[in-house]
């Protein structure tokens, strides 16, 4: 029993930590957590959650830091540049071979080490205008990121309205369903009392079914324009979040040509095709740059080192030189001597070549250097000039295709303005007419309004039919949205109007 017990325990603690663990996980791979966006989430909070989550912008955002260092490494080809090389080697003892030439037998391993230090600076018309090139680069991606945050910013708009519509689509649904609950009451009222018939009341409740069904369908929309912002921001939206920006609707005063001026000028997407513009100029000329000669300076520091496994082959070697230097010696003093005129120097004194055991010191101290006490070479410089002649035609096909990618950004240039002059007159004018759409709708809805009030006390003195009642109905629910429509295709259009000029619009 007391292992049930135990076994019991110790299953409840293992699955509460195993919920942790899942609880944690979970958090761990969310985009953004819920807590992350505000509860009550207005359009500048949309557009700053988007700006830090939003995938493809943050993508875009990663080219900002490649093109910094890209200017950096410009400004670092005018600088030397610099390597350094190091190695040991071992060759063991025994017959040497070049091919099929014997070289003798090698009597004594070897171990040897080197380091080499090259410094070599170099300057070319390549060098000179790659800097302004990775300069017109840079400026060419912060440009870009400026449009895609400008065009973020407006997409986030267009979903964060599309949930502001459909959430008001709700309040307008739900007012709709209230109306036909009021209907249905005044129905039924006159009908226990025996002044109205009992199909009276089947008509009402089906009026109010069906505005229930917009009710429900309303919600769901409100529900997919969730998911389709939240999308755009790349985090995900409370449960109970609610849309709390609202928009006024007002007269457009700008003028056409201000507006269109103010695009042609300051337009970030315009701002990024003449960057790109600036860029490909700037590419340009360095290709044509290959053209001139270029200066080479080198220089470098060597050592090396050497040791013999074998010590005493070295004292061997030595001492053989020696008294083969001192047997010279003698013999050339008994040469000198018996000649009638001695030779110059000579005779002299051989004893200066016995080898003593100081020297056999010095040969075994010379060869305990390895692997770090280098014998250092002389200091070495060199410089040199290039000047390119021909090369298969490959500048020239590198300049032509520098020129063409010019005339193409200049073209894109003309294309995107061109474009923004269309979109930017389509909103104008749809904007105009909207804002006379949204006067009419709400002159409507609130002429349907009063009417559905005179037709419901009408009903209630016996001056109308059901039908008349519930026609009143149907068209106050049309004219409600109606007008929300018409609202919304006004922020709407406005959206796409600053889209067009590249800048925020605010009433005069």
């Not at 996980?25 to 830090?52: H, R």
């Not at 014997?102 to 410094?119: H, P």
């Not at 513009?277 to 080479?296: G, K, N, W």
């Not at 056999?360 to 040199?384: C, E, H, M, W, Y």
Request: net charge neutral; charged share 20%; with cysteine.
């Amino acid at each position: 029993m007391r292992t049930r017990r135990r076994g019991r325990i110790v299953g409840d603690e293992g699955r509460r930590g195993l919920r942790v663990t899942l609880v944690i996980l979970a958090a761990a791979t969310m985009p953004l957590s819920a807590q992350g966006v505000p509860q009550n989430l207005t359009l500048s909070d949309a557009i700053s959650v988007a700006e830090a989550h939003n995938p493809a912008f943050l993508s875009t955002k990663n080219d900002q830091s490649p093109a910094d260092w890209g200017v950096k490494e410009a400004w670092g080809q005018f600088l030397p540049q610099a390597s350094v090389q190091g190695g040991a080697s071992y060759q063991a003892a025994g017959v040497q071979r070049y091919g099929t030439v014997n070289l003798g037998v090698q009597s004594t391993d070897w171990y040897s080490s080197s380091y080499n230090l090259g410094i070599t600076w170099r300057l070319s018309g390549n060098t000179i205008f790659g800097l302004g090139n990775a300069r017109a680069s840079a400026r060419a991606t912060e440009a870009n990121i400026d449009a895609q945050r400008f065009q973020l910013a407006s997409q986030v708009a267009q979903r964060y309205v599309a949930a502001l519509q459909a959430q008001d689509g709700v309040t307008v649904a739900q007012r709709d369903v209230d109306y036909a609950q009021q209907n249905l009451q005044l129905v039924e009222t006159k009908v226990s009392s025996g002044a109205a018939a009992g199909i009276d009341a089947k008509q009402a409740q089906v009026l109010l079914g069906q505005a229930r069904v917009t009710l429900i369908q309303a919600r769901q929309q409100l529900e997919d324009s969730k998911v389709q912002l939240e999308e755009q921001l790349g985090a995900t939206l409370p449960d109970t979040v609610t849309f709390a920006s609202r928009f006024e609707v007002f007269e457009p005063s700008w003028s056409a040509d201000s507006l269109l001026s103010a695009a042609l000028r300051a337009h970030p997407a315009v701002r990024a095709a003449e960057a790109r513009e600036h860029a490909s100029v700037a590419a340009s000329r360095q290709a044509r740059s290959t053209y001139f000669p270029t200066l080479v300076v080198q220089t470098g520091f060597y050592g090396y080192t050497q040791k013999a496994l074998n010590s005493d082959y070295l004292v061997r070697q030595a001492q053989s030189s020696y008294e083969s230097a001192q047997n010279q010696c003698e013999t050339f003093n008994q040469i000198s001597a018996g000649l009638s005129q001695p030779l110059a120097d000579y005779p002299k004194d051989c004893s200066r070549y016995d080898f003593t055991a100081q020297d056999r010191q010095q040969i075994l101290a010379q060869n305990d250097a390895f692997p770090f006490d280098f014998t250092k070479q002389p200091l070495t410089l060199s410089v040199g000039v290039s000047i390119p002649i021909f090369s298969g035609f490959q500048r020239q096909q590198q300049v032509a295709a520098a020129s063409a990618a010019v005339d193409d950004a200049r073209q894109s240039v003309r294309q995107e303005k061109l474009a923004l002059r269309t979109q930017l007159t389509q909103a104008y004018d749809a904007l105009n007419g909207n804002y006379q759409v949204v006067q009419i709708q709400k002159q409507n809805q609130e002429v349907a309004k009063e009417a559905l009030e005179q037709q419901q006390r009408r009903y209630a003195l016996g001056a109308i039919s059901i039908l008349d009642l519930l026609q009143a109905q149907t068209t106050l629910a049309t004219a409600d949205q109606a007008y929300l429509r018409a609202v919304y295709d006004f922020h709407y259009n406005l959206i796409r109007l600053q889209s067009a000029v590249g800048r925020p619009l605010q009433p005069r």
